[in-house]
């Protein structure tokens, strides 16, 4: 039984009783004085003006509005959640914009199925595709398709969240809550690397920070670069794990006049000069397995080849690289990189954008919480795919997929830090925003009743005021269907 004073907490399933002075089992809400208290401040930003401190708090004021003018967007960071999911939404907030009246809808979504898509900038493999990736020894994604240079994890999503052990549940919410709250993660992934990711940071593999991601495959470098190499080397090898390229047989070597050098790789050649698996994926040389790049030579065409022939064997983040001339018997002999092909492995490496970790959280709000907004939900999914309603998390602008439901995905990095929380059960907890013109939200059915002015927000909940990241849209400029002027 509950103790008499202590109050029930309605914000989420998990229903807590909070005795006086303490806080639920999301610390979320607590008990002051016998009121239920959302604990953390209620974020507004205002529009920045080039300030180039991008969300960083600049005020912060308890209880108070002072109704300045500087255009304020009302986010669900702090805003809190109402539930069951009939209840209208926390903050129905009206504003004017270009003498339009505008209405954003908040509430901080309870995600029991959302996931993350984290892309990793590395070569290194870190583990064959489709093999699960662990946090604390428990799965909670797995190994998703490798694209550009960068490695994908697919984290989260319902099997973890909810269809696995509790534990595994729960290892599963936190892990996707540090990481969208921007904290560093480990992960390991089954027969594969142990790693550390940090949205916007370097990723670690294997104890080994990754600096720069590659400049492009082997043969696009090559395409890149051969000019740079003509009449300074016989031949370049780039090694990657993708397509390995070999200047001489490369069509840029060939429109250049570069000669033959009887040079031959292992692996699969797939058109001339660029050659599939010519070594196991790996660590190494190009994101394979290969720490000798002679290993993936065969002997030289002694028809072709002459004693003296240059070749520069390259990674494609110019990391590894390594210069040989043939002796007498054909065979590469490693000698200094003379300085004319110095400038050039530098310039691979200056082309290789710094390597980091991005991570994208993917919720959806085509289930319950589109009851908070409209008695009639589907017509918010239409308002939504008619481009009359914009979605933002905490601001930021979304991505949402076509197809049925609102689907989206938002880069947390355009977030205000720790803008996600949890409760227990488990599930995600991430602020989502709905604006659309007044007379838009009247027609789809809204709580018109439970409108409210932003003057209104003048006392209660602790408020912060934040500047919005400069690199995103205003969440408040004029919502247009696609085609109007
Ligand atoms: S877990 Fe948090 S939101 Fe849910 S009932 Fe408890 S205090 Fe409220």
Not at 389 to 400: M, Q
Not at 418 to 436: C, H
Request: charged share 20%; aromatic share 6%; glycine share 10%.
């Amino acid at each position: 039984m509950p103790d008499d004073d202590a109050i029930r907490c309605d914000a989420c399933p998990v229903l807590c009783y909070i005795k006086p002075g303490r806080t639920g089992a999301c610390d979320r809400y607590g008990n002051r004085d016998g009121q239920l208290v959302r604990l953390d401040p209620h974020v507004l930003l205002d529009r920045a003006v080039s300030r180039g401190d991008s969300v960083v708090p600049f005020l912060e004021r308890e209880g108070s509005w002072d109704g300045n003018i500087v255009p304020t967007f009302v986010t669900a960071i702090g805003a809190g959640t109402t539930y069951p999911d009939y209840k209208p939404a926390p903050f129905i907030i009206s504003s004017q914009v270009d003498n339009v009246d505008m209405l954003t809808v908040v509430t901080e979504g309870i995600f029991s199925y959302c996931g993350v898509k984290l892309k990793i900038d590395t070569d290194r493999h870190l583990g064959p595709e489709t093999n699960l990736v662990r946090a604390q020894g428990e799965p909670v994604g797995h190994v998703t398709t490798s694209e550009y240079g960068s490695q994908m994890l697919s984290l989260g999503g319902v099997r973890h969240l909810t269809g696995g052990s509790r534990h595994e549940g729960t290892v599963t919410c936190e892990t996707l809550l540090n990481l969208c709250n921007g904290k560093a993660v480990e992960l390991s992934i089954d027969d594969g690397a142990t790693l550390t990711v940090q949205a916007g940071n370097p990723p670690v593999v294997d104890n080994v920070q990754e600096e720069r991601m590659r400049v492009g495959c082997g043969s696009a470098t090559i395409g890149m670069f051969a000019k740079q190499w003509f009449g300074k080397v016989d031949d370049v090898v780039v090694v990657d794990d993708h397509i390995t390229g070999v200047l001489s047989e490369h069509q840029a070597g060939k429109l250049l006049g570069i000669a033959e050098t009887g040079i031959k790789l292992k692996g699969r050649r797939s058109t001339p000069g660029r050659y599939f698996q010519v070594a196991e994926p790996g660590t190494a040389w190009g994101g394979t397995n290969i720490h000798d790049p002679l290993s993936i030579l065969k002997d030289f065409n002694p028809k072709v080849a002459w004693p003296g022939l240059r070749l520069l064997m390259v990674s494609t983040t110019g990391e590894h690289h390594a210069y040989f001339e043939l002796d007498e018997a054909l065979h590469p002999i490693l000698k200094d990189l003379p300085p004319a092909l110095t400038e050039s492995v530098a310039r691979i490496k200056e082309n290789c954008e710094p390597a980091l970790c991005t991570v994208l959280f993917m919720g959806g709000a085509g289930g319950s919480l589109r009851a908070g907004v409209t008695e009639n939900p589907v017509r918010l999914t239409h308002s939504v795919r008619d481009t009359l309603t914009r979605v933002t998390c905490g601001g930021a602008p979304v991505y949402v997929w076509p197809g049925g439901g609102i689907t989206f995905m938002v880069d947390v990095s355009r977030m205000p830090q720790n803008a996600f929380g949890y409760v227990p059960t488990p599930a995600l907890v991430a602020p989502i925003e709905f604006t659309l013109k007044l007379k838009d939200y009247a027609a789809l059915g809204g709580y018109m009743d439970h409108v409210r002015s932003l003057d209104s927000l003048m006392s209660g909940q602790l408020r912060r005021h934040m500047s919005a990241h400069e690199a995103n849209p205003w969440p408040l400029s004029s919502v247009k269907k696609q085609g109007e002027p």
